[in-house]
């Protein structure tokens, strides 16, 4: 039998002839045990010198007895943390479709300019005129955000995409505040195919939450939207595109009825790499919106972060945006590090974190931008979205389309109604994908959507690697459709782990290694 | 354009396939004349060499750490890390990966997150510890809102030794939750009456110890009397590696211990990427904010690891989650994590040892200085000095000698009467050399 790549291959034959091995490691498949496993309290990897005895200054706060952590020699550690990272998943490893997060190619590039000394050994609290070529990179990074989304202002410190949507979220009950409406405006709107950090983030910011109903095709109505209206709304949250892979169409008039009402229009920017160069948040009435740098500008999501979320602001929210920032005037700019320093018509809500936010992500981000510049960041979006119409077109005659009526951005939104019948899940398909090479697609989101599968190609798939993904896909359809049952519901036969009891993990929760009781007393 | 795959040929009959005549048939839900018609006015795309130059000319105009002698901490510190820790990280499988939805194909990730909860728990004397926060500022604002559920109170009292810019963090979000700070005013000798702010409508205490002046904290007893009224202490430290030599505030009966992980494997970064560590009595775990890892057994019953516990997070509990916070510091958590592991318990009290011993050196040199007294009665690697002059002028005038001298304690807290006020850290980096060139230098400038 040959595979697709035209090469020999033995699907399902002699697969019963294997031998369970005596160590439980299958080849280059290595079970790998914790640190504290194989460590030692005395061993170590790292040489430091003892210091001449000398008179401590620690007084009774001096530590007593043991901490408790095994240490590892340098090769020792090398295997461990190498044998780790082969049981992962990641971008390079292959097509890695999770809708909503992008998963795209992370230039090493990025990495290489991130490490210069004069950005990755900078301290945030030296002296300012020993750091004005990091006071360059915001200020060029904030200008290529200014341009690409068409706002005036932009806060660059929060940490990551919810600690931006907070950030936003503050400059808008600042603003609500100053106008003598903190008391009155207090009602968030939220849709309800919103990420849960909309939500999450309004009631942190002490609003209360509205669930804005979803349409049957998708999107937000205007309508809808007015009938929530009145004295007590202070924003919407909305996401564009949206969280179904669509550009809300009303989007404009959405904007035009909040600004009517006296209230604010939040957009989660989560989605903005389906747009950039191609339209602007701020011609589209936009007040304030966060931009998830490791998105949309690709730096390296690193096993879930860290993360990068500065936030656009409109002329009305800028007075607002928190320290520090850098303030232009007169062609020289400044740090402004607190309040009392801001200049005139300024008056910033308060700090978001302790520094001046991620410089490592920013120099990452600008490194991307400068790489792709106006045309290449324009072609990245556009090439986004045709992959991700490209893989419905592939699929739309096996799998359903919840939402038919309007194209897709940059992700393509299935639902299970074509599973019905089969036995197999959501969850058993987007396992049986694993054996197949594939990291699964995002599932059961959005919530909107019963059993909701949701594919982000990215811009950096070749047309050949989306060919191959779509033929692998409708060969696990049809054989979902045609009972082959096991093939799903025992899934994934061939990954480092076999499926996994999460039920298990939040009954009983084992949250960090525990010394084993000795044999004898086990026993007893 | 390097990093797009897709020939024109490609785009040409994949949208044939498709079925649009071309590509901004695909946007057709954009507003009417919302659509962008020319690229924007940014400059066109440039190949790596190019970038590479322009941004090293922008590295060029810094002054890094390492090519000075260089004192500054208050918050972040400049630390030695092993080339296998940096190395290791960039290791694709990764550096490339994302959040473990899929734990089957994500044990990496999941195994150094639990290798590093565990760490984080003995490190800081205390039961269980999250995957990390943002960094040691946002997580003692989550710590802050954390309390309020627990104790359903809502007036947080702040020591004034806490580093000024986490008290403004604190403010910040609880002044949007409409909860209540009280933050004590800076108070370099840690004499502050924290124990006499303490009574039944409070829902934590935050002290930080080694405290941003560098004073060590007698926890014990501020944990007794929070006890007594129902309230929880939140304790926080911005220098880990102090660790390694001081009691862990687990030992001192803290609730809440929250700290900044920088200096263990991360880098300076101008402040971030940084890396939160967060730990709590385990009774409180339901409350507690963040990412969590947990054992579980596959099909086989092999051991592996799951994110868990979920129920408390944004993305099921919506508007009602413990936090908004749907990611965590995963890759420098990873870098934490194998510093940690090279150092081991052996490693990190040797390093907490050289620090402190070059810092006594440090101070002892510096207190033969006219002009010159060393504050602190205790301190880690870092300590406080009262000047003869304003600090902020000294420290400019170090800096055009080639030396970075320390954070002057009014740059974080201006018009607070603390001018006079030089916060200096010195680490295992620091030569006998540099710190001579210091007590020099300082001699002529004051």
């Not at chain 2, 420290?395 to 974080?412: D, F, N, Q, T, Y």
């Amino acid at each position: 039998m040959l595979n697709r790549q035209g090469r020999p291959s033995q699907a399902g034959e002699g697969a019963s002839e294997r031998h369970e091995t005596f160590t439980g490691n299958r080849a280059l498949q290595q079970i790998e045990p914790l640190i504290f496993e194989i460590g030692h309290h005395e061993s170590t990897g790292v040489d430091i010198d003892k210091p001449a005895p000398f008179k401590s200054r620690l007084g009774k706060h001096a530590r007593q007895g043991e901490i408790g952590l095994p240490g590892l020699s340098e090769p020792e550690t090398m295997r461990h943390y190498v044998r780790l990272s082969q049981k992962n998943y990641g971008i390079d490893t292959g097509l890695f479709p999770l809708g909503s997060c992008t998963m795209k190619h992370n230039a090493r590039l990025n990495e290489k300019v991130a490490r210069l000394p004069g950005f990755s050994d900078v301290h945030p609290l030296q002296p300012v005129s020993t750091v004005p070529g990091a006071l360059d990179v915001m200020l060029e990074l904030a200008r290529y955000l200014m341009t690409l989304t068409g706002m005036p202002a932009v806060a660059l410190s929060p940490k990551a995409g919810a600690h931006g949507e907070a950030c936003g979220m503050m400059a808008i009950k600042a603003a609500i505040a100053a106008k003598g409406e903190g008391a009155t405006r207090t009602v968030v709107l939220v849709p309800e195919s919103a990420h849960g950090t909309n939500p999450a983030t309004a009631a942190l910011i002490g609003f209360s939450v509205k669930a804005v109903p979803a349409r049957p095709d998708g999107t937000v109505a205007v309508e809808d939207v007015k009938a929530l209206l009145g004295p007590d709304v202070a924003a919407i949250m909305l996401t564009n595109p949206n969280t179904c892979g669509i550009f809300e169409p009303q989007i404009v008039e959405i904007a035009a009825a909040m600004h009517e009402a006296g209230a604010y229009f939040y957009c989660d920017g989560a989605n903005f790499n389906a747009i950039v160069g191609k339209a602007r948040p701020g011609d589209l009435g936009v007040d304030a919106m966060h931009i998830n740098l490791h998105k949309t500008f690709s730096t390296p999501h690193g096993g879930g972060g860290p993360g990068a979320g500065p936030v656009v602001l409109s002329e009305r929210l800028a007075p607002y945006a928190p320290v520090p920032f850098i303030h232009v005037e007169g062609g020289k700019s400044r740090l402004v590090e607190h309040k009392a320093d801001a200049p005139d018509g300024n008056d910033p809500f308060g700090r978001m974190t302790a520094f001046h936010g991620q410089m490592g992500m920013y120099v990452r981000a600008l490194a991307y931008m400068l790489s792709h510049g106006s045309d290449g960041m324009k072609q990245a979006s556009e090439d986004a979205v045709l992959n991700a119409n490209y893989i419905r077109a592939g699929l739309a005659d096996l799998m359903s389309l919840p939402f038919p009526d309007h194209p897709s951005m940059h992700e393509a939104l299935f639902d299970d109604e074509w599973l019905k019948g089969t036995g197999v899940t959501t969850l058993d398909f987007a396992k049986a994908m694993i054996d197949e090479g594939y990291h699964p697609m995002t599932v059961y989101f959005p919530l909107v959507v019963h059993g909701a599968m949701l594919i982000e190609p990215t811009e950096s798939e070749s047309k050949a690697s989306l060919d191959l993904f779509i033929a692998t896909l409708r060969d696990l359809a049809i054989a979902a459709k045609g009972n082959d049952k096991s093939r799903f519901t025992a899934a994934p036969h061939h990954a480092p782990m076999r499926r996994l009891d999460e039920t298990r993990a939040a009954r009983q929760p084992v949250l960090k290694w525990e010394k084993p009781a000795p044999v004898k007393e086990a026993a007893e | 354009m390097r990093y797009l795959p897709l020939t024109e040929t490609d785009r040409e009959d994949m949208l044939a396939r498709i079925g649009v005549p071309d590509v901004d048939a695909l946007f057709s839900d954009v507003p009417a004349g919302k659509l962008l018609k020319e690229p924007l006015d940014l400059p066109r795309a440039k190949g790596e060499l190019e970038v590479e130059r322009i941004l090293g000319k922008l590295s060029a105009k810094n002054t890094a750490a390492g090519a000075v002698p260089f004192f500054v901490g208050a918050g972040a510190y400049k630390h030695h890390v092993p080339a296998t820790v940096d190395h290791l990280i960039q290791r694709s499988e990764f550096l490339t990966s994302y959040t473990p939805y899929q734990p089957e194909i994500a044990q990496g990730t999941l195994q150094y997150l639990f290798e590093f909860q565990t760490q984080v728990a003995a490190l800081t004397g205390m039961e269980v510890a999250n995957a990390s926060m943002y960094d040691g500022s946002t997580g003692t604002a989550e710590a802050v809102l954390m309390a309020h559920r627990v104790t359903r109170r809502r007036k947080a009292v702040l020591s004034g030794g806490l580093h000024p810019h986490y008290t403004q963090v604190v403010e910040t979000l609880s002044e949007m939750a409409n909860d209540e700070v009280v933050a004590l005013k800076p108070d370099v000798r840690a004499t502050e009456d924290i124990l006499a702010a303490i009574d039944d409508s409070v829902s934590c205490v935050v002290v930080q110890s080694p405290d941003v002046f560098g004073n060590l904290r007698d926890l014990k007893p501020i944990a007794d009397k929070a006890h007594a009224h129902g309230a929880l202490l939140i304790a926080v430290f911005t220098e880990v590696v102090s660790l390694g030599a001081v009691t862990p505030p687990g030992a001192q009966d803290a609730d809440i211990v929250v700290g900044e992980g920088q200096s263990i494997g991360n880098a300076l970064n101008f402040g971030g990427p940084y890396v939160g560590l967060f730990a709590a009595k385990s009774k409180y775990v339901r409350q507690m904010p963040g990412r969590l890892c947990g054992e579980t057994v596959d099909a086989d019953g092999r051991r592996g690891f799951v994110l868990t516990l979920s129920t408390r997070e944004q993305h099921i509990r919506r508007d009602k989650a413990t936090s908004n916070i749907c990611t965590n510091s995963g890759l420098c958590v990873l870098a934490f994590t194998i510093h940690m592991t090279l150092l081991g318990q052996a490693g990190l009290s040797r390093l907490a040892e050289l620090n402190h011993a070059n810092a006594v050196k440090l101070a002892d040199a510096l207190a033969g200085v006219k002009g010159v007294e060393v504050v602190n009665e205790t301190f880690f690697n870092e300590f406080t000095l009262k000047l003869s002059k304003p600090a902020a002028e000294v420290v400019e005038a170090m800096a055009a000698k080639g030396i970075l001298a320390g954070v002057p304690a009014s740059r974080l807290k201006p018009g607070a009467g603390l001018d006079d006020l030089l916060i200096v850290a010195n680490t295992e980096v620091n030569t006998d050399e540099d710190r001579a060139a210091f007590v020099a230098a300082l001699a002529e400038v004051l």
